[in-house]
């Protein structure tokens, strides 16, 4: 069992910026693909960002240019740095690990970001 912490959610203005957080309790971080997922009142999750164990990334089109996802092995937590955040990026923000075999996957309990004049 992998427990994820997430942090780093908050009230930011448009055109702001936060960094996400989530800290991985498995001892093997580096056998995970990580991502980070959204999902918005009344509207399905939806994926945002993915860094696979060899740290290729992919973004959903909306963030691109935007967002950072990046890893940090040793500390055994992923990233997202959100800049020009927009109100359409409000959001409960869940990390994801899912075991390079694709057999084990886990969600952290979410964080809320508010992007609000």
């Known amino acids: 069992q992998v427990q994820l912490v997430e942090s780093g959610g908050g009230l930011v203005q448009p055109g702001g910026s936060l960094r996400l957080s989530c800290a991985a309790s498995?001892?093997?971080?580096?056998?995970?693909?990580m991502g980070w997922y959204r999902q918005a009142p009344g509207k399905q999750r939806e994926l945002v960002a993915t860094v696979a164990s060899g740290s290729r990334t992919v973004y959903t089109d909306s963030v691109k240019g935007r967002f950072t996802i990046s890893r940090d092995n040793a500390k055994k937590t992923v990233y997202l740095q959100m800049n020009s955040l927009e109100p359409e990026d409000t959001a409960v923000y869940y990390c994801?690990?899912?075991?390079?075999?694709?057999?084990?996957?886990?969600w952290g309990q979410g964080t809320q970001v508010t992007v609000s004049s």
């Open positions: 498995t001892s093997i971080f580096s056998f995970y693909d």
């Open positions: 994801n690990a899912r075991h390079i075999s694709g057999v084990y996957t886990y």
